[in-house]
């Protein structure tokens, strides 16, 4: 009668040999003596040769001698990786892109589906706050008007309260 698996006592039944697994590099203390016990693993195990070179990273190792301060210590075993990149003769430079913290849009209230109104919104750490500008929906020229003002003010460079400003002084006013 054979008994019921356990989870827990499972080496009868899998394959894995960790006397097969490969040298780890952290184990050894200089890579001359890691690229020893990796030839050696490589004469005893040539059929998992491979399997382990199929999931190597594209790294080199280089000659150039690091620039260590005086605060820093070199451990043995240390080594510079340089990453191989795919294209070195045309680098594209990194220049962060600007996240736009400020806009106008065309928005549909739930209760006038038919009717388009234009609201300014503003970013406040990651929540977006909502102001309807007020002038009537996007056909009537106050409120075309209005929106050129709000972006013109947004490219000049004007503070969300500034333009909560400007947009409360419209709805006071009512023209």
Known sequence: MISQLSLFNLDNYTNYNPEEEPPDPGDYQTLEAYE??????????????????????????????????????????????????????????????????????????????????YRYCYKVARKIQHRHIPGGNVRSSIALARKQAIEEAIADGKSPADIEKLIRSWRNHRS
Do not use: C
Request: charged fraction near 25%; aromatic fraction near 8%; avoid cysteine.
């Open 36 to 117: 020893y016990a990796w030839k050696q693993w490589e004469k005893k195990f040539p059929h998992l040769v491979a399997e382990t070179q199929a999931m190597t990273v594209l790294e080199q190792d280089t000659t150039v001698p690091a620039i260590i301060s005086d605060d820093s210590q070199k451990i043995a075993g240390d080594r510079q990786l340089v990453v191989l990149e795919q294209d070195t003769s045309n680098p594209v430079p990194e220049q962060p892109v600007p996240e736009h913290l400020q806009w106008v849009e065309k928005y549909s209230p739930s209760k006038r589906p038919d009717n388009h109104y």
